[in-house]
């Protein structure tokens, strides 16, 4: 067998089929969802089903109403966007959970949606990159401040386009 065959092969082995790539893909899905979306989507079930039970979704909803009333959002909307601070997942999964009880509806879960992706996960993306590379602590308060001012901003214009759009 010549060295350029030999080459050629080692090439063939080395490169995965369609297929095993697929499988892989699929695979590292799998686990993101069990081990990341799941547990969120849990805890934020829990977590709206206890402020539920003891009464202080409808407190806090209530005091902070005249808030959420900007973005068009009832004031029990404040959890979901709690919930992403910690994880984008369980934003996202306690805005389904208020829409499944009726406290919100489909617009403002969509108003809810793109605001908890933009700030999702923020003190874990904060600690992770802002603490472990050392940035000067000057910084920190508006790199905090950032995504939480950009969150506001895509509830706001997302508002619009479903006013524009008849919709909310």
């Known amino acids: 067998m010549s060295n350029q065959t030999a080459?050629?092969?080692?090439?063939k082995k080395a490169k995965p089929s369609v297929v095993e790539e697929f499988v892989a893909?699929?695979?590292?899905?799998?686990y993101i969802g069990a081990e990341m979306i799941a547990p969120a989507m849990?805890?934020?079930?829990?977590?709206?089903q206890f402020l539920d039970i003891?009464?202080?979704?409808?407190?806090?909803?209530?005091?902070?109403?005249p808030v959420m009333t900007v973005f068009g959002l009832p004031g029990e909307a404040v959890f979901a966007l709690v919930a992403a601070f910690f994880a984008k997942a369980?934003?996202?999964?306690?805005?389904?959970?208020?829409?499944?009880?009726?406290v919100i509806t489909a617009a403002q879960a969509t108003i809810l949606f793109p605001a908890c992706v933009t700030m999702g996960t923020l003190i874990g993306h904060f600690v992770r990159i802002v603490i472990v590379s050392n940035v000067d602590r000057k910084w920190h308060?508006?790199?905090?401040c950032v995504p939480l001012v950009d969150a506001a901003v895509v509830m706001v214009l997302t508002r619009v386009v479903l006013s524009i759009m008849g919709l909310n």
Do not use: H, N, P
């Not at 849990?42 to 709206?48: F, Q, R, S, T």
């Not at 999964?93 to 009726?102: D, F, M, Q, R, V």
């Open 7 to 11: 080459v050629g092969m080692d090439l």
């Open 25 to 30: 893909g699929a695979k590292k899905g799998f």
């Open 42 to 48: 849990v805890l934020a079930y829990v977590l709206i």
């Open 54 to 65: 003891t009464g202080l979704m409808k407190s806090v909803g209530q005091i902070l109403e």
């Open 90 to 102: 369980a934003g996202c999964a306690t805005a389904a959970t208020l829409y499944s009880k009726g």
């Open 141 to 144: 308060s508006l790199l905090i």
